[in-house]
T-cell receptor, first 110, second 114 residues
Framework: SQQGEEDPQALSIQEGENATMNCSYKTSINNLQWYRQNSGRGLVHLILIRSNEREKHSGRLRVTLDTSKKGSSLLITASRAADTASYFC??????????FGKGTKLSVIP | NAGVTQTPKFQVLKTGQSMTLQCAQDMNHNSMYWYRQDPGMGLRLIYYSASEGTTDKGEVPNGYNVSRLNKREFSLRLESAAPSQTSVYFCATAGGGSSYNEQFFGPGTRLTVL
C-alpha cells in the first residue's frame, strides 16, 4: 500500500486551542492536499500545497510541507466546536490519483 | 447544482448477490473516482476514469467493475458480493487531468454484505 500515515490518530482539545496534525507519505510527490470529513459525510477539500512550497495559509489553517522528510502538518488555530471532524492528507504524484492517509479524528470540546 | 450524487444511500446485500452503485455529477468534470472507506484504513481507490471512455484500476479493484457511461455518470458494480466488501463507498470527481485538482466527493453509499 502507498498510503501515508496521519499522527495522531485521534486528538481532543478545548475550544480556542490550536490543533496540529501531521502526515507522512512514502513516495515523491508534486502536491499534498488536506481534506475534512464530518461524520457520515463525504470529504471536503481544505487546502493544497505544491512540492515547491514550504508553507501555505488559508484562514485559520496553516499547512507546512517538508519534502526532505516526506511530511506535512496541518495547524488549525483558535479551534471551534464546528471543527470537530476527521482530517485526511492526500498526496499527488503526477498522475490522476491521490493517495489518502488514514486520518486524524479531531474532537473540539466547547 | 447538485454537485456529486450517489445512489443508493444505504444497501444490504446477501453474499453472492450483485448490485450497481450509481454516481452522477453536474460539474462538467473529466475525471471520476470510486473509493472505499473502512474503519482505520482511510480511503482506498478502487477504479478511476480520467475521461469519458477510459477506466483504470486503482489500489483495490478485485471484485469490482466500472462503467463510465458518459461524462456525467460513473457506475461501480459488484458482481458477487462478499462480506469483505462491506464498506462505505464514495464517488469523487475532479476537473482537470492531474492530481493537482481538488476532488469533490459525493455523500457516500453505506453497503453491508451479510
Amino acid at each position: 500500500s502507498q498510503q501515508g500515515e496521519e499522527d495522531p490518530q485521534a486528538l481532543s482539545i478545548q475550544e480556542g486551542e490550536n490543533a496540529t496534525m501531521n502526515c507522512s507519505y512514502k513516495t515523491s510527490i508534486n502536491n499534498l492536499q488536506w481534506y475534512r470529513q464530518n461524520s457520515g459525510r463525504g470529504l471536503v477539500h481544505l487546502i493544497l500545497i505544491r512540492s515547491n512550497e514550504r508553507e501555505k495559509h488559508s484562514g485559520r489553517l496553516r499547512v507546512t510541507l517538508d519534502t526532505s522528510k516526506k511530511g506535512s502538518s496541518l495547524l488549525i488555530t483558535a479551534s471551534r466546536a464546528a471543527d470537530t471532524a476527521s482530517y485526511f492528507c492526500a498526496s499527488g504524484a503526477g498522475s490522476y490519483q491521490l493517495t489518502f492517509g488514514k486520518g486524524t479524528k479531531l474532537s473540539v470540546i466547547p | 447544482n447538485a454537485g456529486v450524487t450517489q445512489t443508493p444511500k444505504f444497501q444490504v446485500l446477501k453474499t453472492g448477490q450483485s448490485m450497481t452503485l450509481q454516481c452522477a455529477q453536474d460539474m462538467n468534470h473529466n475525471s471520476m473516482y470510486w473509493y472505499r472507506q473502512d474503519p482505520g484504513m482511510g480511503l482506498r481507490l478502487i477504479y478511476y476514469s480520467a475521461s469519458e471512455g477510459t477506466t483504470d484500476k486503482g489500489e483495490v479493484p478485485n471484485g469490482y467493475n466500472v462503467s463510465r457511461l458518459n461524462k456525467r455518470e460513473f457506475s461501480l458494480r459488484l458482481e458477487s458480493a462478499a462480506p469483505s466488501q462491506t464498506s462505505v463507498y464514495f464517488c469523487a470527481t475532479a476537473g482537470g487531468g492531474s492530481s493537482y485538482n481538488e476532488q469533490f466527493f459525493g455523500p457516500g453509499t453505506r453497503l453491508t454484505v451479510l
